[in-house]
Structure formats: structure tokens, C-alpha cells
């Protein structure tokens, strides 16, 4: 299958067809995932390092699974494990990386433009797992692939991003391919939450007004609150945040019928969510977002690494 990328770093540079693909392929992928053996040899001899210079639960742990299960080798490392913490730069490490002739670094860090600049130092394919507050492109695409699933068509899709949108990069993929694929997105955060500029990520509109919003939308995005992030005291509690933000089962009935709630996790009970919406057996699909990213991230691997075209039949 040919497919005219050779990185995932910026979602912007992928079209609505290229993005279509990826979501088609997952889903042939998803059928794997179902077998009593979940294993293809799509990737077998195809070596990829999960560079992760920051934590991470279902990023690391979805792409581990995602190249096992396409036979791919994989070297998982980062953090207090590397040598960073002997001053090693990162073009240093890479260029340690290219040693063992690898095909793929998926990068994880907290400096934003680190994958690009990895990419930059290698001939091996790089995939953004998150950098920073700039991009994280397979969460949007397991995003994308979950509100697909549900709603089969993208186009006049009114989406809601709510919550911490100053500091998710989350934000920095997801509102300009849900606007790559057809949707309406509005953004929705108290000020000092809000980028200064929001009409930079391409969104459609910006509100600090939640209940208003809520009654028009078919999916409602929640974002977590990233404590770790925030300097200073950017709202009075997190008791006021959920009073005003937080979705709620009294907030439920300004909701469409069929509207469904996303969190990218971890999520913070009683902060964006109470648990009767965020276990809403319905509504809230967050475990199938997690249960996408593996097949998603099967799908990007197989595509960008050019897999076996039987890999999906074997």
C-alpha cells in the first residue's frame, strides 16, 4: 500500500485522504486485536525505539503493543535510563541510535520540537508521541478513529475542546485535524486556561461559557487539568473549576441525546468529570480511545514503515 509519508510529526501536513487511510487501516487492524493470537508479521525485521524522555502510561504501553503485535523489534528506553543524564545531547543519542541501523524512533519529551529535530539527525522514520505543548498526532488519529466509529461522518461534526486548552498539545493536533477532516470546533476555557491567540490553532470559536455551548455539540472533548504545567494560580479551586467546567450529571441534560464525551487520561475525577459522566455507559467512550490508540498506532507503523501487504491477512 503506498503511502507518501515518511514521518508523523505535524498532523497538518496530512491531508483528509491521508487521514481517511490511516482510520481504514485501523480498522482492518482492529480485527487483529480481536483474534485469540494478536500477532501479524507485518513488521517482522523492522527495528523501533520508543524514545520516551518523559512519563507516560498509555502512549508507551499502546505503542509497545502496537509493534509486538506487527513483529516488529522494539528497544523501549528514556528518562533517568539514557545517558541525557550525563549531559549527552539529543543529536548525540540519535546519532548512538543509528548505530544499531533502526527503522523508527517514536519520541516522547517535554521540550517541544524534539521529534522534528531527531528527524533532522536520522534516516530512521520518527513519529511524535507527544513533545512538549506543541503536537501529539496519534492521539488526535485514535481521537479521530473513536468519534468516527461513532458518528461515521466528520463533516459538520460540532465538536467541544474543553478545559485546560492553554497547555495541551493534545489541542495542537486534535483541532487542526478535526478541521483537516470537516468539523466545527469550539474551544471552551476559563481565560486564563486560553491561549492568548486561540484562533492560532484554527478553531472555529472560543468561549469561557460551557452551558451554552454543550446543547449544540455532537461530541464533547474534556481535557485534563495539567497541574504539573501551570505557574501561578490560573483559577481560585478545583472545587470552582468543576462547579463551572466540569461535566456533570445535572450538566447532562443540556447534552444531545447522542452526544458522546472524550478525555485524552489520565483522568482527574471530580475535576472534569464527576464519575457518573465519566463511566456514562452511553456517552462517555473513553476506554474505546484507549482500546483505538493500538490499532491506530498498527496503523501508522504499517504505513509509514511500508509493511508486508499480506501483513493483515497472515
Known amino acids: 500500500m503506498a503511502f507518501d ?86 543529536i548525540d543519542t540519535v546519532e548512538t541510535l543509528n548505530a544499531y541501523k533502526i527503522d523508527a524512533v517514536v519520541v516522547r519529551d517535554k521540550h517541544a520540537g524534539a521529534p522534528y529535530i531527531v528527524s533532522q539527525h536520522t534516516p530512521a522514520s520518527v513519529i511524535d508521541a507527544g513533545d512538549g505543548k506543541h503536537q501529539h498526532p496519534t492521539q488526535a488519529l485514535l481521537d479521530l478513529y473513536t468519534i468516527w466509529e461513532h458518528k461515521q461522518d466528520f463533516k459538520g461534526l460540532k465538536v467541544a475542546i474543553v478545559g485546560d486548552v492553554g497547555h495541551s498539545r493534545v489541542c495542537g493536533s486534535l483541532v487542526p485535524a478535526l478541521k483537516i477532516m470537516g468539523a466545527e470546533v469550539t474551544l471552551v476555557a476559563p481565560g486564563t486556561l486560553m491561549p492568548p491567540r486561540p484562533e492560532v490553532l484554527g478553531a472555529d470559536h472560543a468561549t469561557p461559557y460551557l452551558d451554552e455551548v454543550l446543547p449544540d455539540m455532537d461530541v464533547v472533548y474534556m481535557l485534563r487539568v495539567q497541574r504539573e504545567r501551570l505557574e501561578g494560580a490560573p483559577f481560585p479551586s478545583l472545587t470552582e473549576y468543576h462547579e463551572l467546567f466540569g461535566l456533570t450529571k445535572k450538566r447532562e441534560k443540556l447534552m444531545k441525546p447522542d452526544a458522546i464525551i472524550c478525555h485524552p487520561g489520565p483522568i482527574n475525577r471530580g475535576v472534569e468529570f464527576d464519575s457518573y459522566m465519566a463511566d456514562h455507559p452511553q456517552r462517555s467512550v473513553i476506554l474505546e480511545q484507549v482500546y483505538a490508540g493500538i490499532c491506530v498506532r498498527m496503523a501508522v507503523l504499517y504505513l509509514l514503515l511500508g509493511g508486508a501487504d499480506n501483513g493483515l491477512n497472515s
Open 5 to 90: 509519508h515518511k514521518h508523523l510529526i505535524d498532523i497538518t501536513e496530512y491531508s483528509d485522504t491521508d487521514i481517511m487511510t490511516i482510520l481504514e487501516t485501523a480498522k482492518a487492524f482492529s480485527s487483529v486485536n480481536e483474534r485469540k493470537i494478536k500477532k501479524v508479521p507485518t513488521l517482522k525485521g523492522i527495528t523501533v525505539v520508543n524514545m520516551f524522555n518523559e512519563p507516560s502510561t498509555r502512549t508507551r504501553s499502546s505503542f509497545e503493543l502496537a509493534e509486538k503485535r506487527l513483529s516488529a523489534d522494539c528497544l523501549n528506553f528514556g528518562g533517568s535510563s539514557t545517558s541525557s543524564v550525563k549531559g549527552e545531547s539529543l
